[in-house]
C-alpha cells in the first residue's frame, strides 16, 4: 500500500511540475502574438498616415512586377505630362522580349483603351506610325516608347500618350514639386508572337497596375 500511494505521489509531483510549464509555453506564444500584430497594425497606421511611404511602395511593387513579366517586360520607366494641352501622360517604357519567340507589339492597353500608332516628330510619315511597323522583336532584344523631348537620351522618337480621364491617377502640371504618379490600370500589350512559322496573336495584361513616379518638369529644361 505505502508503494502505491508513493508512486501516486510521484506521478502528481511529475504532473504538477509538467502542466505549469504548458501554461508558460503558451503565454509566451500570446505574448510574441500580441508584439507581432502590434507591430503590423503600427505599421499600417505609418503608411497612413505618411501617403507618401505607400506611394512609393506600390510604385516599387509595380515595378517589380513588370520587370519579370513575361514576354513582354518593361524595364526602365518614366513619366511626364503631356506638352500639349495637360489632359495625357506621356511615358517612357524601356520594354524587353523576356519570352522565348520573336514577337510583335501591335497595340498598348489601358483601362478600356487600345493603341495602335504613336507620335513622333521630325521625319515621321503621316497619319502616326503604326507600332506594329517598329516593335518587332526577338528574345532578349529591347525597345522604347518615349520622346527624346522629355527624356534626353531615348534612341528613338515614339511617343504615346494615355489620356487621364481613363488613368486611376496622372501627372501634374509642369514644373509642379509634387508631379504626381502615373497608375494606368489593366495595361498590357496585345501582340503577334511568332511560334515556328505560326502567328499567334495574344494579349497580356498585367495583374498589377503600370505606376510611374512623374518627372516634375521637361529634363530637356523645356
Not at 501516486?8 to 510574441?32: D, F, I, K, M, N
Not at 503604326?130 to 516593335?135: K, P
Request: hydrophobic share 35%; with cysteine.
Amino acid at each position: 500500500m505505502r508503494l502505491f500511494r508513493g508512486q501516486g505521489a510521484t506521478r502528481s509531483r511529475s504532473g504538477a511540475t509538467y502542466c505549469p510549464l504548458l501554461a508558460q509555453g503558451a503565454t509566451e506564444y500570446l505574448v510574441l502574438l500580441a508584439v507581432v500584430l502590434i507591430v503590423a497594425l503600427v505599421s499600417v497606421a505609418l503608411l497612413g498616415f505618411f501617403p507618401g511611404m505607400a506611394s512609393d511602395a506600390q510604385i516599387t511593387q509595380s515595378q517589380m512586377y513588370w520587370r519579370g513579366a513575361s514576354p513582354i517586360a518593361i524595364i526602365e520607366f518614366g513619366a511626364m505630362i503631356d506638352w500639349f494641352g495637360n489632359t495625357s501622360d506621356v511615358p517612357y517604357l524601356r520594354v524587353r522580349n523576356n519570352g522565348m519567340y520573336p514577337i510583335r507589339i501591335t497595340k498598348t492597353l489601358y483601362g478600356s483603351i487600345s493603341t495602335s500608332t504613336f507620335y513622333c516628330t521630325g521625319g515621321c510619315p503621316t497619319p502616326y506610325p503604326n507600332i506594329s511597323d517598329y516593335f518587332y522583336f526577338s528574345p532578349g532584344e529591347e525597345r522604347y516608347f518615349g520622346s527624346p523631348v522629355c527624356f534626353p537620351g531615348i534612341p528613338t522618337n515614339r511617343a504615346i500618350f494615355l489620356s487621364h480621364s481613363s488613368l486611376a491617377s496622372s501627372c501634374q502640371v509642369l514644373h509642379s514639386d509634387s508631379p504626381g504618379t502615373l497608375t494606368a490600370n489593366n495595361f498590357g500589350f496585345e501582340y503577334i508572337e511568332y511560334i515556328e512559322g505560326q502567328q499567334i496573336t495574344k494579349r497580356q495584361i498585367g495583374t498589377a497596375p503600370l505606376r510611374i513616379k512623374c518627372s516634375p518638369q521637361l529634363s530637356g529644361g523645356g
